[in-house]
């Protein structure tokens, strides 16, 4: 039992870590620009083949380098050739834009790599577990990534709380206009956090596509996860994403041991419950496979009850 | 008999288009065509009630739509089995029904705000019913859906919808009386305070309409569309799975919608015959339709964010006061460049398909009526020649297309002064 917590806390972690690249660039995106990137994730495919197509070729350590800034590149240029001239038409048009370029960019995954996953290996140096524990062994690779997230975590909150940069960002989130006024280049720093963004998505796929899995439907699976963590965070704040990307990780991770359903609950409290008809799977469903709605079912519930977030300021 | 003509000619035009159009194109497959395209209209249509004049943009719209055919489709089993005395031609009421039910508990949960909180509940809703329709076999069918017969005897038109025909024709029929009812909802007080909503929801309610209870409204009617167009896929296919439900399928009616363009009514309608027929015809030619699709998508909401009927629309003062005539020139130089660089475009997307897709890339590929070897350096330079080429004379030739079109505002204006 005490092994079971102790890993799954580690790999929540993991994951935890893994989500909060991407929503943190997503949740700073929609709290400057009002847009809720529908194309996010699709960033974050691009960094995992972007990270594929480069180690097969040079290797895994120039690709870490490499396809992250190649990605933002990509996004900052997504954002001033695409979104801005989008903008005149208003926020529907905008999100419709980033859903299709979503689409667009899942095709052109299909177009170049093929419709079935790539075989994108762990690198040989990292190829080893780093400790056993209760005869399981962690590896090395999970460990590396962990330390990556949690230096970038320290990196962005040292660049939005100590440099100049950071603090022109931050008084845009709330206060584009009198930036704007007080001859600040706002534009400018829109298409500089959509870039960023968009490197830091790019980023979070070189690593978890290996992590993961590195197929054309990884941007679909992971993309509406990204959403709940800012919606259950709270829309424009760092903190509430950081905190939500862990709680929903771990959620996920620990749903996936627990193999009770309903109506071994209601057997719990003496009822049992022989119930037949259309709906019967109903009782039967076991915690362990509802993994996939819990986050759908958080995020709706969250919406209508506290629609701030746990930690946002403002209502999307 | 002018006024009556004036007044109801198009939907006299509509029911007669309907009634020759199979006739005419008589093969199994473009009748299979219309019955599709007859669903999607109507299925586009209720999504424009949301977002065309509720302003609720749904990613979840195919709920309604999927849980709507589910229901028809146990009904229809019931009915084949004699269990249940409904006639078979009023199935889409029993999917419309199952919409309500769903839009009006989804409705009401989902409407407190409009924008980015519905549009994230929407798509939260529409992630949590895909996902729990593979949880629930015994009502969804899981991986391989739930079939049906619909061909039984209790009929009251006395058709067994043993032929695709047949089904066409109630497809038709529900497809024109759900139509306009739509339209005549447009007309309803509900359809305009909907709009007033949309505009100005504050404003809506300090004259004394609770927005919430506007958009459930509109939402729940909506919903019983979407269902009846799920009720008339359930007779169509026979078969109905999970994926119908899901987000491809939310995805797919807001495409139509917007590329439609959801500021006229007919602009769905539009949308849904297009993309019906390129979902048919183009999923046949090429393993890329789905890229062109996207393609398309981005676009009109680059270029034509009020989609096809925004684009007829715009030209209606023009044709009125008969100078397209200045227009069409311009118009036809414009075409060429887009031709080119669609071409261009065209040839590096095959290309690359063929090489990602086919069994051996060595074998030659065939385009339009060509034949040649995928790795060619002639074929790839040809292409990013005729893109970029193409591109250039298009900002030429888009300069040209402003001139007439100011031209032609500056007549227009000067003619109402006048």
Redesign the interface.
Known sequence: MLEYIIFSLLNSLVLGMLLFMLSSGLTLIFSMMGV?NFAHASFYMLGAYFGYQISTAIGFWPALIIAPPLVGLFGALVERY?LR??HK?G???E???T???A??IE??V??????NAVTYPIPKLLDFPIFTLFNTEFSAYRMFMLFISVAIFIALYWILTRTRIGLIIQAALTHPQMVNALGHNVPAVFMLVFGGGSALAGLAGVIGGIFLVTEPAMA?TLG?IV??VI?VGGMGSLTGAFVASLLLAAIQTFAVGIEYSLSDLLALVGIRAEVGG?????WR?QLS??G??LP??F??LI??FR?KGLMGKR?? | MIIFLKKFGIWLAAVLICVVLPLIFRSGFSISLLSQMGIAIIFALSYNML?GQGGM?SFGHAVYYGLGGFLAM?ALNRIGAGTLPIPIELLPLVGGVAGVLAGLVFGW??T??A???F???S???G??IA??AL?????FGGEQGIIGDRVVKLTITGFRFGKQIEVYYLIAVWMLICVALMYLLTQTPLGRVANAVRDNPERAAFIGYAPRTVRTLQFTLAAFFAGAAGGLFAINYEIITAETVG?QAS?SV??MT?IGGVGHFFGPILGAILITFMQLSLAGVTH?W??Y???L??GM??WA?NGLSGIIMVHEPVWKARLMKRLLPAYGLIALPCLIMFLGAMIL?EI??HL??SINPENPMHLLGITFRAQSPVAWGLSLVMMVAGFFFFRKARSVVQERWSEVSQTLKGGLTR
């Open positions: 809720l695409g001239n989008v038409y926020h529907v048009a999100l419709l834009f859903v299709g370029l689409f667009i095709e052109g299909n177009l170049i790599w093929g419709r679909a509406p959403f709940v919606v259309i709906l019967k799977d109903l469903i496979h509802t996939p709605i759908y079912l995020m709706v919406l209508m629609p209502e999307t | 977002l943009l146990h949960l989902s407190a705000r924008s980015t909180t549009a994230l509940i798509l939260g809703i992630e949590l996902a729990s949880m629930l076999p015994s009502f987000a995805g807001l495409m917007y890329a789905l890229l699709f996207g393609l998508f981005v909401v680059m964010p997307i690359n398909y990602s897709l």
